[in-house]
């Protein structure tokens, strides 16, 4: 990695846009994906609990939270399944399908 120590900005204007990266699967944002996570997706569907990334609570990635992706990630967690789709469950990364899922607060992506 090189690191830039000297430079000049001339008449340019720049904009950082951040890309959230996050653990599909995480739906508790804890980074780590376990059975907490198949917990959240159910208390997101069913109780109104707000989750913070719903990308992390696609665990199928079907741009749907619904009680699916908790089957899904306990197929995966008990062994009888695939991992999640990238990105995840084991780097984060951004999300590489279009749906209408977003993380609501960039702190709340790994």
């Given amino acids: 990695m ?18 959230p990266a996050f653990l599909r699967g ?3 944002t804890d980074t780590k994906v376990d059975l907490a996570d198949a ?4 208390a997101t569907e069913f109780q109104g609990y707000n989750a913070l990334c719903l990308d992390s609570c696609d665990s199928n990635d079907d741009g749907i939270i619904n009680l699916a992706d908790s ?22 990364g951004e999300d590489p ?10 702190a709340a992506c790994n």
């Fill in 2 to 19: 090189r690191t830039v120590i000297d430079f000049a900005l001339i008449g340019a204007d720049y904009e950082i846009i951040p890309v």
């Fill in 26 to 28: 995480d739906c508790n």
């Fill in 39 to 42: 917990a959240t997706v159910i």
């Fill in 71 to 92: 089957v899904y990630l306990l197929n995966f967690l008990f062994s009888f399944g695939n991992p999640t789709p990238d990105p995840g469950p084991y780097s984060s």
């Fill in 97 to 106: 399908t279009e749906d209408s899922l977003d993380c609501a607060l960039p």
